[in-house]
C-alpha cells in the first residue's frame, strides 16, 4: 500500500470529504495526527516521529540548539555556570540512580508533547489531573522559578546613573528604544522594557502647593518602606509588574505598611522589622528569606545613592503600577466589599506615591547620605545577629537597642 493512501469513508468516495484523513506515513496502519515541521511528513504518534528518521529528528534539534547558541553572547562567568549546572546534574543523577520507570510519573502525556513539538502552546486546561497536580506542586515550591533567567533591575544598570531629569522632575533624556535605533530583535517581545522607568509626564508642583501644614517629617522614613517593596515586587516578578498589575499591587501594599495603612513606621528599625517579617513569612519564603531581605535592603541603598533621579522614577513607574492596577480591578469579579477595600487603597496609595515624589524632587543631595549611613547601620545589625545565629534550626528575635523586635521570625 502506497504510504499517500487516503482513508475514505464507509461510502467508498475517493473525494477528500470531511471524513477522509491521510495514513500514518510511517507504520502505515494509524491515521496521521501531526506533521514532522521539518520535513513535513505526517505521523500518528511520538514512537512514529522518534522513528521516521532518525537525521531528520537530530538535526532538526541541533539547529535549533545552534540557532539558540548563536544568539547568546559566551562569556567566562556563564561558562562556569553551565558547567556548575552540569556537575549538579551528574551528581544528583548518581545520587538517585536514574531508571526510564523514573520518568513515568512526572512525564507530560503524549498528547501534550505533540502538541508542544507541532509548536503550539499549552494551557492548564489541556494537562490531566495528575500534570496539573505537579505543575501546581513544582510552582508552590518554587521550582519553576529556577527555569526562570534572573532578571537585572534597571537601578544596578550602568545607565541609572545618568539619568537626568530637569528640576521640576520632567526627563531631559529620552532613552531610546531598540526600534528607533535601527536594532531588532526577534526572540524579543516587540514591546521590549524601557532601560529604566520614565520620569513624571508633567512637572511636578512644589509640596507646599499639596499641603498648608507642610510635609511630615517622617517621610523619609516612609521612603525606605515604599522603596523596599517596589524592589521587593519586581524582583518577585522578575521585573514585569504589568504582566499582571492588580496582583503586584496586592504584593506591594502586603509588604508596604505605608501604603497598606496599617501604620506609620516613625524609625528605620520600625520600616525593617516589618518588612524583613514579610520578606521571611510563609508566603514569600521562597524568594530566599532573610538573605534575599538582606539583598532588597542593598537594593534600597543603592537606589539612594543613585539620587534624586533615580528615586523620581521609580516612584513615577511605582504610581503607574497602582493606576494600572485600579483600572484592572474594575473587571474583576470579586466581593463588593473586598473590591471597595483594594480601590480604596489603591487611591490612597497612587495619592501618596505622588505627594512623595514632589517631596523627594525638594531635597538636597545631603538628605540621602544621612538616610544610607543609617540604613547601613541597621542592615549591619541584622547581618551580625544572622551570622550568630546561623547555625540555630530557627531564629528568635532581634531586638532594636531601645528593645523592641527588629525581626520577629526569620525562617
Same mark, same amino acid.
Given at each position: 500500500?502506497?504510504?499517500?493512501?487516503?482513508?475514505?469513508?464507509?461510502?467508498?468516495?475517493?473525494?477528500?470529504?470531511?471524513?477522509?484523513?491521510?495514513?500514518?506515513?510511517?507504520?502505515?496502519?494509524?491515521?496521521?495526527?501531526?506533521?514532522?515541521?521539518?520535513?513535513?511528513?505526517?505521523?500518528?504518534?511520538?514512537?512514529?516521529?522518534?522513528?521516521?528518521?532518525?537525521?531528520?529528528?537530530?538535526?532538526?534539534?541541533?539547529?535549533?540548539?545552534?540557532?539558540?547558541?548563536?544568539?547568546?553572547?559566551?562569556?567566562?562567568?556563564?561558562?562556569?555556570?553551565?558547567?556548575?549546572?552540569?556537575?549538579?546534574?551528574?551528581?544528583?543523577?548518581?545520587?538517585?540512580?536514574?531508571?526510564?520507570?523514573?520518568?513515568?510519573?512526572?512525564?507530560?502525556?503524549?498528547?501534550?508533547?505533540?502538541?508542544?513539538?507541532?509548536?503550539?502552546?499549552?494551557?492548564?486546561?489541556?494537562? *490531566?489531573?495528575?500534570?496539573?497536580?505537579?505543575?501546581?506542586?513544582?510552582?508552590?515550591?518554587?521550582?519553576?522559578?529556577?527555569?526562570?533567567?534572573?532578571?537585572?533591575?534597571?537601578?544596578?544598570?550602568?545607565?541609572?546613573?545618568?539619568?537626568?531629569?530637569?528640576?521640576?522632575?520632567?526627563?531631559?533624556?529620552?532613552?531610546?528604544?531598540?526600534?528607533?535605533?535601527?536594532?531588532?530583535?526577534?526572540?524579543? *517581545?516587540?514591546?521590549?522594557?524601557?532601560?529604566?522607568?520614565?520620569?513624571?509626564?508633567?512637572?511636578?508642583?512644589?509640596?507646599?502647593?499639596?499641603?498648608?501644614?507642610?510635609?511630615?517629617?517622617?517621610?523619609?522614613?516612609?521612603?525606605?518602606?515604599?522603596?523596599?517593596?517596589?524592589?521587593?515586587?519586581?524582583?518577585?516578578?522578575?521585573?514585569?509588574?504589568?504582566?499582571?498589575?492588580?496582583?503586584?499591587?496586592?504584593?506591594? +501594599?502586603?509588604?508596604? *505598611?505605608? +501604603?497598606?495603612?496599617?501604620?506609620?513606621?516613625?524609625?528605620?528599625?520600625?520600616?525593617?522589622?516589618?518588612?524583613?517579617?514579610?520578606?521571611?513569612?510563609?508566603?514569600?519564603?521562597?524568594?530566599?528569606?532573610?538573605?534575599?531581605?538582606?539583598?532588597?535592603?542593598?537594593?534600597?541603598?543603592?537606589?539612594?545613592?543613585?539620587?534624586?533621579?533615580?528615586?523620581?522614577?521609580?516612584?513615577?513607574?511605582?504610581?503607574?503600577?497602582?493606576?494600572?492596577?485600579?483600572?484592572?480591578?474594575?473587571?474583576?469579579?470579586?466581593?463588593?466589599?473586598?473590591?471597595?477595600?483594594?480601590?480604596?487603597?489603591?487611591?490612597?496609595?497612587?495619592?501618596?506615591?505622588?505627594?512623595?515624589?514632589?517631596?523627594?524632587?525638594?531635597?538636597? *543631595?545631603?538628605?540621602?547620605?544621612?538616610?544610607?549611613?543609617?540604613?547601613?547601620?541597621?542592615?549591619?545589625?541584622?547581618?551580625?545577629?544572622?551570622?550568630?545565629?546561623?547555625?540555630?534550626?530557627?531564629?528568635?528575635?532581634?531586638?532594636?537597642?531601645?528593645?523592641?523586635?527588629?525581626?520577629?521570625?526569620?525562617?
Amino acid at each position: 500500500m502506497s504510504s499517500d493512501v487516503v482513508a475514505t469513508s464507509e461510502g467508498g468516495s475517493s473525494n477528500f470529504s470531511s471524513n477522509s484523513r491521510i495514513i500514518c506515513r510511517v507504520c502505515e496502519k494509524q491515521f496521521s495526527q501531526y506533521t514532522c515541521p521539518r520535513c513535513n511528513i505526517r505521523y500518528c504518534s511520538l514512537p512514529c516521529y522518534k522513528s521516521h528518521s532518525l537525521r531528520c529528528t537530530e538535526s532538526f534539534m541541533r539547529e535549533n540548539v545552534m540557532g539558540g547558541l548563536q544568539q547568546m553572547k559566551p562569556d567566562e562567568e556563564s561558562k562556569a555556570k553551565i558547567l556548575d549546572i552540569l556537575k549538579r546534574l551528574h551528581e544528583e543523577e548518581e545520587t538517585d540512580g536514574f531508571h526510564e520507570e523514573d520518568l513515568n510519573p512526572s512525564s507530560l502525556s503524549e498528547e501534550t508533547i505533540q502538541k508542544i513539538l507541532s509548536g503550539g502552546t499549552i494551557s492548564l486546561n489541556d494537562l *490531566s489531573l495528575e500534570e496539573r497536580k505537579r505543575f501546581e506542586r513544582a510552582v508552590a515550591s518554587g521550582e519553576l522559578s529556577k527555569l526562570i533567567e534572573p532578571w537585572d533591575p534597571w537601578w544596578s544598570r550602568p545607565s541609572a546613573q545618568y539619568i537626568s531629569l530637569s528640576s521640576n522632575g520632567t526627563q531631559l533624556v529620552r532613552p531610546i528604544m531598540k526600534e528607533e535605533s535601527g536594532e531588532h530583535d526577534n526572540d524579543e *517581545s516587540s514591546d521590549e522594557l524601557e532601560e529604566f522607568p520614565p520620569g513624571p509626564e508633567t512637572p511636578l508642583p512644589p509640596v507646599s502647593k499639596l499641603t498648608a501644614s507642610g510635609p511630615s517629617p517622617l517621610l523619609a522614613i516612609h521612603l525606605i518602606d515604599i522603596i523596599y517593596s517596589y524592589c521587593f515586587t519586581l524582583r518577585l516578578y522578575n521585573g514585569d509588574w504589568k504582566a499582571d498589575p492588580l496582583e503586584s499591587a496586592t504584593v506591594v +501594599l502586603s509588604v508596604s *505598611s505605608v +501604603l497598606d495603612q496599617s501604620k506609620q513606621p516613625e524609625t528605620v528599625s520600625e520600616v525593617l522589622s516589618h518588612c524583613l517579617e514579610k520578606t521571611c513569612s510563609t508566603a514569600y519564603k521562597h524568594m530566599g528569606g532573610l538573605q534575599f531581605g538582606l539583598r532588597l535592603i542593598d537594593d534600597v541603598i543603592h537606589l539612594l545613592h543613585l539620587g534624586r533621579n533615580a528615586l523620581i522614577c521609580l516612584l513615577c513607574d511605582m504610581q503607574r503600577l497602582a493606576q494600572a492596577a485600579e483600572r484592572e480591578l474594575k473587571s474583576e469579579k470579586l466581593l463588593k466589599t473586598r473590591k471597595a477595600e483594594l480601590k480604596a487603597k489603591l487611591k490612597s496609595a497612587d495619592r501618596k506615591i505622588y505627594f512623595i515624589t514632589c517631596w523627594v524632587n525638594e531635597q538636597p *543631595s545631603e538628605a540621602w547620605t544621612s538616610l544610607t549611613a543609617v540604613l547601613n547601620t541597621e542592615k549591619s545589625s541584622a547581618m551580625e545577629y544572622a551570622q550568630s545565629k546561623r547555625s540555630a534550626p530557627r531564629m528568635e528575635e532581634i531586638t532594636e537597642r531601645g528593645g523592641r523586635p527588629l525581626i520577629k521570625e526569620l525562617i
